[in-house]
């Protein structure tokens, strides 16, 4: 096995006395000071540059026993001051994504663990347009290995201001066609359906571990309460993608079948706090204006909320979404449920 050891990249490592150190961790901004022996400091002193572990083990020994070398190499990748890998495990292309999630593990074994279980995911779409476009993009740069996008649309001119993959060639194509052609390093399965009771749609997220629900039409609430029914059914999370508004972006909620309150309790919570359900509608919206910052913004942060989700790292908002106003930047958390942690 060809293991490697060396200092976390990005760490500083700072003389605060003789045998005091300061290790700060830029990425979790953990700073760690510590006291010191003369293993540590050679330990340090040696990993200039990456090093084979026989070869650190060599130096080690000869001042010290060799166990309590390795204890010490151990100790120190623990509280994440240097790190031990298998070179040939090395995957150049999500090189950074790795180096960000080491930042919040003990030891790299367990970033590549959760590095593959990225990989190794399932995730269908449900709509391909201004948020769902962005977010198919947003998964494929995480790594997520499969997916199943679903969208009966076709590629229309006055989609380009916002919508990711297609350009003025691709109008009168398929979107999920055309996002299939754009991305041939991810395995999907493209479907041209409708999210509606008369369409069974169990095929396309029975084998999924997570769903994502960005059709609109005839509404998100429609769409999102069919949605909701398979995902129970199959005991399935996914993200109620509400998208943006205007300037408004709406982030979340996440819904986890028996765990979070139910889209049902979101909705009563909106209803609750709609003061104008109970007036008489003369007209209702025909349309409103957005943009490709809005919807490329809206969705990315969605694909960071999917991405805590699968590694389990970070804090994922359960029972609560956010509504950003881009005119000036403020957020504002709506609650609907207890705060939890899962």
């Known amino acids: 096995m060809n293991l490697k050891v060396k200092l976390k990249p990005s760490m500083y490592i700072l003389k605060e006395g003789e045998n ?14 510590y006291e010191i022996d003369s293993l540590v400091k050679d330990t340090i002193d040696y990993l200039t540059k990456e090093r084979s572990y026989n070869e650190l083990i060599n130096y080690l020994s000869e001042n010290y026993k060799i166990e309590d070398a390795k204890n010490c190499i151990k100790a120190m990748e623990s509280q994440s001051i240097l790190r031990v890998f298998n070179k040939e495990n090395e995957d150049v292309k999500f090189k ?3 180096e960000f999630l080491d930042e919040f593990t003990s030891s790299y074994d367990e970033t590549l663990k959760l590095h593959k279980g990225v990989k190794g995911s399932r995730i269908t779409i449900f709509g391909v347009g201004g948020i769902g476009s962005w977010i198919v993009n947003g998964l494929s740069q995480i790594g997520v290995g499969k997916m ?4 009966p649309d076709k590629v229309e001119l006055s989609n380009l201001n916002r919508q990711l993959f297609f350009s003025e060639k691709d109008v009168g194509k398929y979107k999920v066609d055309v996002i299939k052609e754009n991305l041939p390093d991810v395995l999907i399965e493209t479907h041209k359906r409708f999210v509606s009771q008369k369409e069974d749609l169990e095929d396309l997220v029975q084998n999924s571990n997570f769903i994502v629900n960005c059709a609109d039409s005839p509404s998100v609430q429609e769409t999102s309460e069919i949605i909701d029914s398979y995902a129970t059914r199959f005991n399935i999370p996914y993200l109620v993608s509400g998208g943006y508004n205007l300037h408004l972006g709406m982030i979340g909620p996440i819904i986890i079948p028996g765990k979070t309150l139910t889209f049902s309790d979101f909705l009563k919570h909106q209803k609750r706090n709609d003061k104008l359900s109970s007036l008489e509608k003369i007209k209702n919206i025909e349309a409103t204006g957005n943009l490709g910052p809005i919807a490329g913004a809206v969705a990315n942060i969605q694909v960071m909320e999917i ?7 970070g804090t994922v908002n359960y029972n609560k979404f956010a509504e950003i106003d881009f005119m000036d930047f403020s957020v504002t958390w709506n609650q609907f449920g207890p705060e939890i942690n899962l």
């Open 20 to 33: 005091k150190y300061k290790f700060i961790l830029t990425g979790s901004r953990k700073v760690l000071t």
């Open 148 to 151: 199943v996008i679903c969208d």
């Open 96 to 98: 950074k994504q790795i």
């Open 307 to 313: 991405f805590k989700y699968l590694t389990g790292k």
